[in-house]
């Protein structure tokens, strides 16, 4: 499976905007210059996690964004799902049913409309979204911070400076 960039982005902005301290408002505009990205894209990915009740977004020109709540409290899976949307990865198009082998009849007590290769990917979705939704944000930034203790003393520095 594959994730849309905008759900990494996503992910170092709600820590970004955690380093950056909970009264500091901060623009996608300087979200996306911390980490040379595209701003108009960036913003995008904040609007939706704004959606979610993620992050907060104020206008004018000390507006910007805020965590809504504490990074303790947003699992990977709620920004993933901010950000990607709430459809199931994988997508069943029946393709059993078409062809030559169309219609063979099941074996005796299968349930003909349960696909193995559906049930097994469901499966594994689940277990994939039961692992996002078991991590949450605050973990992850002192995860970084174990990496690179420096990192929020930087971003408070580099946005106080502009």
Same mark, same amino acid.
């Given at each position: !499976? ?37 701003? &108009? ?38 920004? *993933?799902?901010? *950000?990607?949307?709430?459809?199931? &990865? ?15 009849? &099941? ?5 003909? &409309? ?6 097994? !990917? ?41």
């Amino acid at each position: !499976m594959k994730m849309s960039e905008g759900v990494e982005w996503a992910l170092h902005s709600c820590v970004n905007l955690a380093w950056s301290g909970p009264d500091r408002a901060v623009s996608a505009a300087r979200l996306a210059a911390w980490h040379d990205l595209p701003a &108009a894209y960036l913003n995008k990915q904040l609007q939706a996690l704004a959606r979610a009740g993620i992050l907060t977004s104020s206008p004018g020109p000390r507006g910007g964004f805020r965590l809504a709540r504490p990074l303790g409290a947003v699992s990977l899976m709620d920004v *993933v799902a901010a *950000v990607e949307g709430p459809e199931e &990865a994988f997508r069943c198009a029946e393709i059993r049913r078409q062809g030559p082998g169309a219609g063979a009849p &099941a074996a005796e007590g299968a349930d003909a &409309a349960d696909c193995a290769i559906a049930h097994a !990917m469901s499966r594994a979705e689940v277990a994939w979204r039961r692992a996002l939704a078991a991590q949450n944000l605050d973990e992850i930034r002192q995860q970084a911070e174990r990496q690179a203790p420096e990192a929020p003393q930087r971003l408070r520095a580099w946005l106080a400076a502009q």
